[in-house]
């Protein structure tokens, strides 16, 4: 099993920033991929932004410029900047963790965090 503690939400105007956290514990494989997504009310869970294990970033095109998506493989750590915050950026946003194997081609355990609210006043 996996753990995923997210930390760093909260109320911010708009234009204005936050740093969210996910701190990963329990049997977590050398290969996995960690992300972030959000659910607005009324709407679907989407992608924010993940990153390998290796670095390799991936962004949801509405966060392109503005997101900084980051990991501290030593700490098992991730991290999302967020900058230029718009209202329709409110939401839940929940740490996520894939277990691959070896080779990246089998996916062994998909895990969730908690969530915490990010709520951007207009």
């Known amino acids: 099993q996996v753990q995923l503690v997210e930390s760093g939400g909260g109320l911010v105007q708009a234009g204005g920033s936050l740093r969210l956290s996910c701190a990963a514990s329990?049997?977590?494989?050398?290969?996995?991929?960690m992300g972030w997504y959000r659910q607005a009310p009324g709407k679907q869970r989407e992608l924010v932004a993940d990153?390998?294990?290796?670095?390799?970033?991936n962004y949801a095109d509405s966060v392109k410029g503005r997101f900084t998506v980051s990991r501290d493989n030593a700490k098992n750590t991730l991290y999302l900047q967020m900058n230029s915050l718009k209202p329709e950026d409110t939401a839940v946003y929940y740490c996520?963790?894939?277990?691959?194997?070896?080779?990246?081609?089998?996916?062994?355990?998909?895990?969730w965090g908690q969530g915490t609210q990010v709520t951007v006043s207009s």
């Open positions: 996520n963790l894939n277990n691959y194997n070896y080779n990246y081609r089998v996916r062994t355990g998909v895990y």
């Open positions: 329990g049997m977590i494989a050398s290969n996995n991929v």
């Open positions: 990153v390998t294990t290796a670095g390799s970033t």
